[in-house]
């Protein structure tokens, strides 16, 4: 069935996920009544989610019109990208999931842990593979970013060539392949309809250094550093794990691997070919105890303060098999992701107290480097492919609008660019782009094994909890006889303690009382009225009493 905000001669472009945002990116492109997605990737919440693992698009759509997909095209490997493949999978039926290189590696291991799927065939593609669907030419492009094996996808449709660009920086020296920038140039030369491009970093006019340069940045402080180095960094980031490595060898130590993320990268990265060293190079833990300080590093997770990574557990004192010592240096080769702040300060901070010197990015020491493009790096993908109609996206708002405005400046039309949401359908023709209506959209919460069993309203009961805590009144009635069996009986949690305001709790319990007698003397009692009753009552005399609106739950016994 063909998406009826469609017209003849349209094709459909739209986002579930990474519009407003940065991460949960899933962008679908519905071209002659297929439909072609591309990356399944998860949202890590920030706090105010209490609880909540990980946070999925709503699926709905594609569930609705699963008959019509074609395939699941994978840019790179970055949880933001495919961490949500399982969850797809447990939902809609893909005939097939497309992937390079590593990406193919991580996501059989990612299936590997969810025994409940059953798992379409993984066809591994390269830069020069092309795929032919109805209508529809799909190829590649290789770009650098900071894990290996990144490439833009390219459409080549009726109307024009549609580029989805994927995460990118231009990186003239990488530590893997050059990107191609000769196929850039190609189909911008040919005519570029429709560009999509990454916007991360759209807001900083500044020089995104190479990775090559950070290699030779963690040699340089590897060199100098006396005692044991601890270095924290994000387990996909092959190339800086490759990097730490090297450094290791050159500066003859040992590197041992602390954190299952990690492990399982190295794994992945020595069966791929990433990741080389020299024999007897990576020691078991048992063996790290038998070491002198300057002949080992320690290669940890927990570089974004994550309260259970390896890291965390050092600083607090409860790794089992790590613990801090005085000459100890913690390098952090990351940056942390938005809304992680606090949890990496409170990592340095506990650092600190245990007297370890701490060496993060910044002026003194290069020691990360973003994946994603700054405004020059924009601007020379747009300038290379000449797009007519323009869509930013992978980020926040003002980032997309930061896009656009460099987008106008290389000479795009104001008219031909569009600034969406999450949901909201770009109709394209091969002249002219509008936003024709939403589908289906919305965010899932997994907590724990459970999927979207959370809604909002129970985030907004945790977060009510959290702050304000619970106030429960239990009654004991019998229904029949239309009585109140016993006084009722006050619970208090994280609201007010109990001892010492007895006067509280009492006159709280003797206005459920009065509001519980006269609900039973009713001609039709409802044990729902007599609840809603205590709550509304007790809300409005708890916040007169106290300034405060804790969750108020009536616990009805009926002794009848």
Known sequence: MKNPLLKTGELGIFALGGLGEVGKNMYIFEIEDQIFIVDSGILFPDEHLLGIDYVIPDYTYLVENQERIAGLFITHAHEDHIGGIPYLLKKVEIPKIYAAGIAVDMIEYKLMEHKDIKAPQIVEYKSYYKYNFKDVEISFIRLNHSIPDMFGIVFRTKQGIIFHTGDFKVDYTPVGPSAEYDKLAAIGSEGVLCL?????????????????KIGKSINELFSRLPGRVLIATFASNMYRIQQIIEASVLNNRKVAVFGRSMERAIEIGMQTGYIKAPKDTIITGEQFNRMKPNELTILVTGSQGEPLAALSRIANGSHRQVKALPGDTVIFSSSPIPGNQEGVNRTINKLFRLDIDVITHGPLADTHTSGHGAQQDLKLILSLTKPKLFIPIHGEHRMLKHHKALAIECGV??????????????AVSDSSIRLAGQVTHGEVYIDGTGIGDIGSQVIKERKLLSEEGLFSVILSINSETKKLVNDPTIISRGFIYMKGNEEITASLANEAKKIAVAELGKKLYNELNLKQAIIDHLNHQIFELTQRRPLVIPVVVDLK
């Open 413 to 426: 039309d104001p008219k031909n660019i569009l600034v969406m949401d999450n949901g909201d359908v770009a």
């Open 196 to 212: 999509l491009s990454d916007s991360t970093n759209a807001e900083r006019d500044e020089l995104i250094q190479s990775d090559s």
